[in-house]
C-alpha cells in the first residue's frame, strides 16, 4: 500500500459526499466495523460520533483505524485508508458534525441534544481500485 | 450487538447484491479494510479472493473478520457482522466467485486464470442501523 501524500486522484474521490465505512478494534482485537460520515481535513480524515458510543472507548485504547470509502457513483471505485486517531475532540457547539452534515445533506445536524465527539484519522497507507487505481 | 439467528429484515438486506466492506487484521493487529462482494450462503457469508492477496495470510494467522453491507437502495440503512472466517477452501473451478459473480453482474466471473479462495464468515454479532435497526 502506497504512502501519502495523497495522488489528486484519490483526493478528489475522498472529498465527495461518499458512502464510507470505518472499522475500530475491540479491546481484544475483534474488528468492527460501522457505515459513518468522513470528511477530507486537510491531509486528515474527520469522523464523529456520539459521545456514548463504545468505539470512542475502543480508540481511546486503540487509536488504529480503516476506512474504506466508495465512490456513490460506482462502488467498483474505491479507496481504502489505514491509520490512527492521533487527535480526539468534545465537538464543542456541534461545529464540526455540522460540517459533515452539510457535506452529506446540506444542512445542519437535526439533534442538537446528544453530545458528540471529533476525530481526526491520520493516513499512514492508501489503496486504490478502479478509477483511484495506484 | 445482537447474536444469531439473523432476523428476517437483516436476511433480506444481505440476501440483495449490495456494496460491502470487509476488513482482516494485519499481523500486527492493525485493520485493514476493503470493498468486497459476499453472498449469504445458508447462515453463513461467503467471501472470496485471489489466491495472491496478503489477506488471504491475515487470515490464516487470524481469522477474525467484520463485514459491513450498504443497502444499495440508501446506505443509511446498513449492517454490520463481526465473526470469523471458518473455512477456507481452494476455489476449484471458480465455481464459487462465479456464483458470486452472477449475484452482483449476472455472468460468470471473467478472469478464468488465476486461481481463488473462498472463505465462509460464521456471524458471531451483527447490528442493524436504519431499516434493519435491532
Known amino acids: 500500500m502506497p504512502t501519502p501524500p495523497l ?4 483526493r478528489d474521490l475522498l472529498a ?3 458512502p464510507a465505512v470505518i472499522t475500530t478494534l475491540r479491546e481484544d482485537g475483534q474488528p468492527v466495523s460501522v457505515a459513518t460520515w468522513y470528511l477530507l481535513d486537510g491531509d486528515r480524515l474527520l469522523v464523529n460520533m456520539d459521545a456514548t458510543r463504545k468505539r470512542l472507548q475502543h480508540l481511546h485504547d486503540d487509536p488504529r483505524v480503516s476506512l474504506t470509502v466508495l465512490d456513490e457513483a460506482s462502488w467498483y471505485n474505491h479507496v481504502s485508508v489505514v491509520g490512527r486517531i492521533t ?3 468534545d465537538d464543542v457547539g456541534l461545529a464540526d458534525i455540522d460540517r459533515l452534515s452539510t ?3 446540506g444542512r445542519d445536524y437535526p439533534d442538537r441534544d446528544s453530545p458528540r465527539v471529533s476525530g481526526w484519522i491520520e493516513i499512514e497507507r492508501w489503496h486504490g481500485w ?3 487505481q495506484g
Open 7 to 10: 495522488p489528486d486522484r484519490v
Open 16 to 18: 465527495k459526499a461518499n
Open 87 to 89: 487527535e480526539l475532540r
Open 103 to 105: 457535506h452529506y445533506r
Open 130 to 132: 478502479g478509477a483511484t
